[in-house]
Each structure stands twice: as C-alpha cells, then as structure tokens.
C-alpha cells in the first residue's frame, strides 16, 4: 500500500531553523516533491528530489533517502510567513502525486 | 502567475443539487488532470485522473456516478458533483503537469481550489 508520513505539527520562532521529516512507503518512486500550502489556499510547489543527496533554494533545503524512504524539509531563518502546513508527496509509476497528512508550522516571535 | 484556473472559488449549494467546477490550464496543454479533494486540516486526496479524449480514471472508494468528470479539450477539465449532499463539503483542487518539462521532474501545478459547502 501507499503510506507517507510527517509530523502533524511542529512550532518554531522566528530566525531559526526547522527540519520537517517525511517517511514513505510506496509501490514505485518517481521523485518526492515539498509544497507550502496556506490555509484555504492551493499548494505551492517548494523542492524536488530524485536522487539521494541535498537541493537547496535559498533558505529552503530538502533531503532524499531512498533506501531508507525518507526525506526532510529545512527551513532557515524562519519568517512569520512561513507559517503553513508543509506536504509531502510522492509520485509513483503515474504522473499523479500522493501526499501526506501534512505538517502544520506555527513560527512565534 | 497562474497557470491552471480553477472556478468558481467557492460555492454554496443545496442538497440534491449538481454543482459543475472548471479546470483550464492557461498556457500549455494538459492532455492529463488531476482532481483532488481536501477536507479540513487534512491532506490532498486524489479522487481522480481526467483524460483528455478518454475516461477518466477514479481511485478507489470514489463514485464515478456521483463525480463526473468531462475532459473535452486539451485546456479544459470540469468536474460535475451530482445531487449533492452535505457530506460532499470539501475544498476540491484540481491540478496538471507542463508537458514541456521532463514527467519525472515536473511538479504540479494547482488550481486555487473551490470551497464547496451543501446545505
């Protein structure tokens, strides 16, 4: 079965840095993408990886292992406006993503 | 800016009514879309593939009957929610790949979803 994972919620303040892990278990593996996604809004795409080993993008970074299934969003120097929920998605022999449950990020000052 | 339109943004609709939400891609042709559905403080759920020319593809547990889905042009995807009830309320996002870019690699694109409420 299809089976991704991420924490439900996670709080940080403002100028540090957060890590949002994602574990998953599909039957095939296209690549595993990160998008933002503000309350009532659609989701933004954030990273891309398909190969094990570190992208970065500015303040954004995200991880890849694929023999361990897993990945990881970085986020540095937290602003307020990263304030959203985070998914993470797989995309397996199709075109089609599936996602996770997503991981809500409050940043505090 | 956008490149795939979604309408309308939200509706408010009664029960056993059909609600119809567009999908257009606006600057490339999507000859697949995606449909998705979101319920609160949940993740994306495919319902499913939309197929331009041909029928389309639902995912387990969704009711072809009751979602219809009309994929007639390559820029153009609708998505018919028939007799509507109040459990149907959801966000429901749709969404397409550029063909121009390599498939492994591409991400989606989203529509800015419509927030459907049947009362």
């Known amino acids: 079965g299809q089976n991704i994972d991420q924490p439900t919620e996670m709080t940080a303040t403002e100028g540090a840095i957060v890590q949002i892990n994602c574990t998953y278990q599909?039957?095939?593996?296209?690549?595993l993408f990160w998008y933002q996604q503000h309350a009532g809004e659609a989701p933004t795409f954030l990273s891309y990886?398909?190969?094990?080993g570190l992208e970065e993008k500015g303040r954004f970074s995200s991880f890849l292992s694929r023999s361990k299934g897993y990945s990881y969003l970085l986020l540095k120097e937290l602003q307020m406006k990263d304030s959203a929920s985070y998914l993470c998605?797989?995309?397996?022999?199709?075109?089609?993503?599936?996602f996770g449950k997503g991981t809500t990020l409050s940043v505090s000052s | 800016g956008a490149v795939v339109s979604q309408h309308p943004s939200w509706v408010i609709c009664k029960s056993g009514t059909s609600v119809k939400i567009e999908c257009r891609s606006l600057?490339?042709?999507?000859?697949?879309m995606f449909w998705y559905r979101q319920f609160p403080k949940q993740s994306l759920m495919l319902m499913a593939t939309?197929?331009?020319?041909?029928?389309?593809?639902?995912e387990q547990g969704v009711e072809k009957d009751k979602f219809l889905i009309n994929h007639a042009s390559l820029t153009l995807s609708t998505l018919t929610v028939t007799s509507a009830h109040p459990e149907d309320s959801s966000f429901y996002i749709c969404?397409?790949?550029?063909?121009?870019?390599?498939?492994?690699?591409?991400?989606?694109?989203f529509g800015n979803g419509t927030r459907l409420t049947v009362t």
């Open positions: 990886n398909v190969l094990d």
């Open positions: 969404s397409a790949r550029d063909p121009r870019g390599m498939a492994y690699n591409s991400p989606l694109h």
């Open positions: 998605a797989v995309r397996d022999v199709e075109t089609a993503l599936i």
């Open positions: 939309s197929n331009e020319g041909s029928k389309a593809t639902y």
């Open positions: 599909t039957s095939g593996f296209n690549g």
């Open positions: 600057d490339f042709q999507a000859t697949t």
